[in-house]
């Protein structure tokens, strides 16, 4: 039968010579690919890969963080021409809106930025409209908001920027400013928890709002009035900042498994609901726990149990990989019972750079929790990363998520992030890191190492059935396709973050190419502008350039790209708006004053 088949298909007698040959190359096949494989420290677990050095010198980076100096000079020198006096400008029709208070929120968002530039000028003509400030409701106010101003935004805009500044500068005016306002918004602490309520009526000193509030906005203050108490020696302010605290930490989160849902009834400090998120409506008070301990020398032990607590929490049961690019993303629950949502919002990704802040300034050891304040939930989880370095896990967490922030970005042909891109469904991250802990650690972590970009074609975008099918190995849609210029839709945040804990220079790079996109889809002739759809470019522009573009997304890219950084990590501590407050430590003086040694820690 064989002589049928055509002789490829015989049967063929192979020489000794030729066994050995064939043999040989097998040989330097295997050895080759084993070279490849990353290399374990005892033979077998997986360690990092040694950090490559820049490619670029640091003369370019120089140069290039002068070119975020000057992008911030031409979006403020735009404001100073067209919007001064109110709080943005409208970068497409040269018009002004007061969405903030109408006090000017881009000057006050902007001070600490000039300062860190060496923008002296622009410093020294903002002063005096700051000490003519008086804080009271402006009749221009074009929003919901009119009549009285919206606590949160007011603090994390207003208020912080003047104690930054103030830090930076010295200024008097600054400091005593902020004493007035802070003062002013005082009012909104009058509840029986002393939770805050959502807005303050300036002219009658009245607090006004639901019984109901949302987390973010609840405890995100914290920094602002404990820095504002250590400043003027008023003990009234660290009460609210310690009020707030406190009223968190005896909530009863137990099926929670510590961790702080969305709402709060602000009248009994107890959560109205079991979603979890680190999203819209609860992200700044997450950051604000481990930013709250940092601040205070690490000397705030309520704070820092509530951030183990809560990450715990977020890396066992909030962390997804996607289905075939393997991305990392975090998304939210509802409990009890409730599954994920598989929703993953452009907020989230400051969460990476929090991580990563936290893996280098603390051990990070389960040691450290208290386990009598867990509940089963809690104790779940820390069964399950007892097998783990603490530390290692939220590195890896924050890496492989910055990964994710950035593809958003790098996927588009814009250059561009959307602000709502949900990922298919994937499996719980901890499961997958399990199997990989239970196979002896061989390769990288789930959802680390580098991922190749997915863009669409010009035939794609014109064609929707070929983009529904690149948009699977994509692994997630567009649901919302707007950029609005945020420092976290933009990843610099976290960018800025994993380049000073990690030292590794793609970080840096990841910040530049973002810093090349915006320049080139955002700039107006007056400022920037965000994006309607980051699917095209040139992009299609909106008339609006939020005030945190100037405090947030350029202040971190100059920072990024700057050799030595002036705001050193264990020295200062970013609020929720880029705004830098000093670590500090508490005299004795203060301590008894404060009576912060009464307190349970």
Known sequence: ?????????????????????????????????YNALPHYSDGRRWTPPPVAASRTPPAEWQRRADQVKQAFLHAYHGYETHAMLHDEIRPLSNQFKDNFNGWGVTLFDSLDTMILMDLNDEFRRALPVVEKADFMPSPNVTNK??????????????????LSAYALSREPILLQQAEKLGNMLSPAFDTPSGFPLFGVNIAQAQGIGSTTGILAEIASCQLEY???????????????????????????????????????????SEPTDQFLSVGAATDSAHE?????????????????????????????????????????YVTDVSRPGGGPSHRFEHLS???PGLLALGADQLDLSLDDLDLSALGSEGLRSYEILKHYDLR?????????????????????PSGLAPDEPPPSAGNLWIAALERWREGGQRGSPPGLGEKPTVRFTEEELKNAKLRAIKAEWRDYYLQRTDYLLRPEASTVESLY????TTGDPIWRERGWAIFEAIERETKTPSAYASIKDVLKSPAPQLDDMPSFFLAETLKYLYLTFLDEDPLPLDRWVFNTEAHPFPVFTWSSWEKEKFGIGKLPS
């Open 349 to 351: 990704c400051f969460f």
């Open 1 to 33: 039968m064989l002589r049928y088949l055509p002789d490829s298909f015989k049967i063929r007698r192979f020489t000794t010579r030729q066994l050995v040959a064939v043999a040989i190359a097998l040989l330097v096949v295997l050895a080759l690919y």
């Open 392 to 412: 290692a896990l939220h590195k890896w967490a924050a890496e492989g998520l910055a990964t994710t922030c950035y593809l958003l970005y790098a996927d588009q």
């Open 145 to 162: 908001h009119v009549g009285y101003a919206p606590f949160f935004e007011t603090v994390i805009r207003y208020l912080a920027g003047l």
């Open 497 to 500: 973050l994993l380049w000073r």
């Open 226 to 268: 404990t820095y504002l108490a250590l400043l003027t020696g008023n003990k009234t302010y660290w009460d609210k900042a310690d009020g707030v605290m406190q009223g968190l930490a005896q909530a009863d989160l137990s099926a929670l498994g510590g961790m702080m849902p969305r709402r709060w009834n602000v009248e009994t």
């Open 288 to 328: 604000y726990l481990l930013k709250q301990y940092l601040m205070t020398a690490k000397s705030d032990r309520t704070s820092y149990q509530m951030y183990l607590r809560a990450t715990n929490h977020i890396l066992t049961h909030l962390l997804y990989l996607s289905d075939k690019r393997g991305l990392l």
